[in-house]
T-cell receptor, first 114, second 116 residues
């Protein structure tokens, strides 16, 4: 079974500073990898995804993520954070071409200070 | 494109009553829909997977008689919480995927259920 670890429960970052959220997964092969963002009281919005190919993935809202097979990681980054980026971020994995069931990490809460 | 709606967005009910939550894919046909439950400040837990025209597959520990799922068409799945109790209060989120994608799921906005 796959599992996802997001080591950081809560991160506080200043507006304009860079942000990196960590995600490690456990799976026998390379799974499909996703990052989602959830604003208070809202559903999940997909930021980016990795299926195969280029290991640096560009997403929406200026986010990018890098897949590192050797480290079983899929860390999310943003060079300059905006106050509107304050939200809950979830990393998720799914077994490729099987049942597409997503397993979510525990989430990282991002607080942006002025 | 790829919009999923849920109705209602929030509901308050009395203990012992049943509540139905609808999940619709608005601009695509969803071969598979998923139902998740999210407790405050926690992650999403998959409850069940439903395929159009067949019985839902429930995750371990989820009571199928408590959480009835129907996927009657390619654009609609419903979750009925039967004989709801306060411990069923939660945020319920559905997602849908079409058969042509790489398994990407599109999420609804969620339904906040409060059982008094």
């Amino acid at each position: 079974a796959q599992s996802v670890t997001q080591p950081d429960i809560h991160i506080t970052v200043s507006e304009g500073a860079s942000l990196e959220l960590r995600c490690n997964y456990s799976y026998g092969a390379t799974p499909y990898l996703f990052w989602y963002v959830q604003s208070p009281g809202q559903g999940l919005q997909l930021l980016l995804k990795y299926f195969s190919g280029d290991t640096l993935v560009q997403g929406i809202k200026g986010f990018e993520a890098e897949f590192k097979r050797s480290q079983s990681s899929f860390n999310l980054r943003k060079p300059s954070v905006h106050w509107s980026d304050a939200a809950e971020y979830f990393c998720a994995v799914a077994p490729p071409r099987v049942d597409y069931k997503l397993s979510f990490g525990a989430g990282t809460t991002v607080t942006v200070r002025a | 494109g790829a919009v999923v709606s849920q109705h209602p967005s929030w509901v308050i009910c009395k203990s012992g009553t049943s509540v139905k939550i609808e999940c619709r894919s608005l601009d695509f046909q969803a071969t598979t829909m998923f139902w998740y439950r999210q407790f405050p400040k926690q992650s999403l837990m998959l409850m069940a997977t439903s395929n159009e025209g067949s019985k839902a597959t429930y995750e371990q520990g989820v009571e199928k008689d408590k959480f009835l799922i129907n996927h009657a068409s390619l654009t609609l799945s419903t979750l009925t919480v039967t004989s709801a109790h306060p411990e069923d209060s939660s945020f319920y989120i559905c997602s849908a995927r079409d058969g042509g994608s790489y398994g990407e799921q599109f999420f609804g906005p969620g339904t906040r259920l409060t059982v008094l």
